[in-house]
């Protein structure tokens, strides 16, 4: 079992930057590929980023390549997304996954969520 609890999240202004974190409980942390995840309002949740167990290979949604970074501390259980260069269509509720797969069809575990906002 694992639990997923983002932080971080917040009102920014455009050009601006946010730190989200997703802090995971259980011993199994390092055998997930972690993803981060977004659902603005009145849209279906979307994929942000993704990370491999090992920390090892990234991948980016087109959005936010070259402004999103995605990390993970196997040592410390906790994910991370660094947002820079906000926009105000990042606004959602950004959410942090887990999966053993990797390929994210349906993750095994998800957080509740942590809310984002972007003023212009």
């Known amino acids: 079992q694992v639990q997923l609890v983002e932080s971080g999240g917040g009102l920014v202004q455009a050009g601006g930057s946010l730190r989200l974190s997703c802090a995971a409980s259980?011993?199994?942390?390092?055998?997930?590929?972690m993803g981060w995840f977004r659902q603005a309002p009145g849209k279906e949740r979307e994929f942000v980023a993704i990370i491999a167990w090992s920390g090892g290979a990234t991948y980016y949604a087109d959005s936010v390549k070259g402004r999103f970074t995605i990390s993970r501390d196997n040592a410390q259980n906790t994910v991370y997304l660094q947002m820079n260069s906000l926009k105000p269509e990042d606004t959602a509720v950004y959410y942090c996954a887990a999966d053993f797969e990797g390929d994210f069809i349906e993750a095994d575990y998800w957080g509740q969520g942590t809310q984002v906002t972007v003023s212009s």
């Open positions: 259980g011993r199994t942390f390092s055998s997930y590929h």
